[in-house]
């Protein structure tokens, strides 16, 4: 059952991509919070589109995901290539941070799931050093098996957590949320890929005229060369999208 969506989206590839700005999807999800909305929150880029295209599964995933943005700058380019534009790229990294800072006047509970022990212990203590009204009602690694599945959801549930951020990468994380979203009943639930990586100071983000030129994923590229054939799918999204441009707003 796909949600009812009440913002504007564009469809690329039959994924509704929101059209709001930062702003008004930051504000969006203080409403989610407001009315304990569960919602599960996509932030994608071309890589995992091309993942839902060439997989059914994770086409559902998303096709019934409360809120897809656009976080890589492939995404807002081919809306503009198809003349349906976004208003402006909503990483999922900025969108965590301009979640904390709304957190930290009201309040907020954050619990947070995936990467590393040391990681994502790190990356909790840095974020209650920003934003001490934002309270850490727990942190795990990602870690664990199927089996440990209801014990972690479990302590969450227990939590009672406003946000979930889960740091699992795309293909296990959405899946996860996906499957559990009624179990967990939070109202934001979203996959931050490796963003505990960099808050914790393990990894450096892209610095900013690299990140204005719209050339992050080189940088992330250099720093981690294993990611090379990953990132095959950009140039293969790209030329997709030049080949079915009168199509790619249909499924």
């Not at 407001?34 to 994608?44: E, F, L, N, S, W």
């Not at 199927?146 to 699992?168: G, S, T, W, Y």
């Not at 994380?173 to 967990?184: D, F, G, N, V």
């Not at 999204?237 to 441009?245: A, G, H, Y």
Request: proline residues 5%; glycine residues 6%.
């Amino acid at each position: 059952m796909n949600p009812t969506r009440d913002y504007a989206t564009v469809s690329i590839y039959g994924v509704p991509f929101s059209k709001m700005t930062m702003k008004e999807t930051v504000d969006w999800m203080a409403s989610a919070i407001a009315d304990r909305r569960p919602t599960h929150v996509i932030t994608a880029n071309p890589i995992i589109l091309m993942n839902a295209i060439e997989n059914e599964h994770h086409m559902r995933i998303m096709e019934q995901a409360d809120i897809i943005v656009a976080d890589g700058t492939g995404i807002v380019w081919a809306a503009d290539y198809i003349g349906d534009p976004l208003q402006e790229r909503v990483t999922g990294f900025d969108l965590l941070y301009e979640l904390m800072k709304v957190g930290n006047d009201e309040g907020w509970k954050v619990y947070m799931l995936g990467a590393a022990p040391e990681v994502v212990e790190a990356a909790a203590n840095r974020l209650k050093e920003l934003y001490p009204g934002v309270q850490i009602v727990g942190c795990r690694d990602g870690f664990f098996t199927e089996k440990e599945d209801e014990a972690v959801i479990n302590e969450i549930v227990q939590a009672q957590p406003d946000l979930l951020f889960v740091a699992r990468g795309a293909e296990t994380q959405e899946p996860w949320i996906a499957r559990y979203r009624e179990q967990l009943n939070v109202p934001i639930m979203m996959g931050v890929g490796g963003s505990f990586d960099v808050i914790s100071g393990k990894l450096k983000r892209a610095p900013k005229w690299m990140r204005s030129l719209r050339l992050e994923w080189f940088y992330r590229l250099i720093k981690e060369p294993w990611r090379f054939k990953r990132m095959l799918a950009l140039p293969r999204f790209v030329w997709k999208v030049v080949r079915d441009k009168g199509k790619v707003k249909k499924k």
